[in-house]
């Protein structure tokens, strides 16, 4: 059976009427940047997710690099980063000037270490910046009871947690303040590139809006030296259209990693995530990890089941960083995630079948 890692064309299809109206309603506006659309899609996000404000720009990695910018993070802050994450967490660091704290991951979850970050801490540190990875929220909570006393800053990377929560609070509302990328494979997703700055702090909030407008409030008056990180109107209607079937297409994604937990969960030599009992993850994507990724991999291709890799190089040995100068088992549970985690398919309009066939290859080349 074929089964493709992830298709972005259902998501149009399941909501035609509603995206086509979006558009139709922004070209006839003649109204293209700056209208209506971004003032209501502002406040419905930040309703979703339980703060006051949500601002939004042109992508994720710009959310994150705004969000550091508001908070005057610069050269000479340290910024404590995952080890085992997507390069833009720590693109959007080294953008302002920070200084990268790579901290490596919990062996468990995957997900930032608390432990480990606290042995990091140094009194530079201005803010720690978890990656609320593959969907299931970082422990925010632990987090905080290191910083909050130190006034360092738990800035959240959200990109891939859309409707995930710790405790029954959304991502994106855990820390000062979070990033969010609404690239198109994103579990709410634009059509193009888009992000958000989320927020419950209001002199964050408008310095992040003046900074994502060239640092102006006023036209031609520029207070600070800001982007153009834009998000267009029709890009915000769109996500209008979209944001109500988050919830329904967070629960499919659920229901289909269930699938997987229950009957990949005793298969030797695959490890899973663990999660953590107070988190309810949305799945973005579902990973495991194995010694024997290339033979998995090769074995599903040939039975018509597509994986991907999230991500085959960690930050630190990339070039975009190898002027860093970190050496081969710098951070090591970094290098061997990176070598062993594989992406199963997972999104809200795969079926049940299809997540039982790539179940059944998986444990047929496993011989169980
Ligand atoms: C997608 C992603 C981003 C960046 O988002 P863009 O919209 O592509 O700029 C940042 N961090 C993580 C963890 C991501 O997955």
């Known amino acids: ?62 959310a994150l690099q705004l969000v550091l910018m508001a908070a005057r993070v610069g050269p000479g802050d340290e910024v404590i980063v995952p080890s085992h994450t997507y390069i833009a967490t720590w693109l959007a660091v080294t953008h302002v000037g920070a200084t990268i704290v790579p901290c490596e991951p919990d062996e468990r979850t995957w997900n930032i270490d608390p432990k480990r970050v606290a042995s990091l801490i140094s009194p530079r540190t201005r803010c720690i910046l978890p990656v609320h990875l593959y969907g299931q929220t970082a422990d925010v909570a632990a987090l905080r009871a290191l910083a909050d006393p130190r006034d360092i800053l738990v800035l959240e990377d959200a990109a891939q947690s859309q409707g995930a929560t710790a405790h029954g609070i959304a991502s994106g509302a855990l820390g000062h303040a979070a990033g969010v990328s609404f690239y198109p494979s994103k579990n709410l997703g634009a059509f193009g590139d888009a992000g958000a700055v989320t927020t419950s702090d209001p002199a964050l909030a408008d310095r992040v809006r003046t900074l994502r407008n060239y640092g102006s409030r006023e036209r031609y008056h520029h207070e600070m030296p800001g982007l153009n990180s834009r998000l267009s109107e029709l890009q ?35 490890v899973l995530p663990e999660i953590a009992p107070w988190a309810d993850p949305v799945w973005h994507l579902f990973v495991v990890r194995t010694s024997r990724r290339e033979a998995l991999r090769a074995f599903l291709a040939a039975r018509g089941i597509a994986t ?6 960690p930050p630190h040995r990339s070039g975009a960083y190898a002027s860093l100068g970190w050496k081969p ?18 999104g809200p309009h795969h079926r049940e079948d299809q997540i039982h066939a790539v179940c059944d290859a998986v444990r047929a080349f496993y011989g169980v």
């Not at 992830?6 to 003649?30: F, H, I, N, Q």
């Not at 088992?329 to 997972?346: D, H, K, Q, T, Y």
Request: net charge negative; glycine share 4%; with cysteine.
């Open 329 to 346: 088992g710098a951070f090591p549970l970094a290098e061997r995630l990176a070598e062993e985690v594989l992406s199963l398919p997972i």
């Open 236 to 270: 915000c209607a769109f996500l209008r259209a979209k944001l109500p079937r988050l919830s329904t297409w967070n629960a499919r994604r659920r229901a289909l990693a269930a699938i997987y937990r229950e009957r990949l969960a005793a298969v030797p030599d695959l």
């Open 308 to 313: 991907q890799i999230h991500y085959p190089i």
């Open 1 to 62: 059976m074929n089964v493709p890692f992830l298709e972005l064309k259902p998501t149009y299809d399941e909501l035609r009427a509603e995206v086509d109206a979006a558009y139709r309603r922004v070209m006839d506006s003649g109204w293209y940047i700056f209208g209506p659309e971004i003032t209501a899609f502002e406040g419905e996000y930040a309703a979703s997710v339980g703060v006051h404000h949500a601002i939004a720009v042109a992508n994720g990695l710009e």
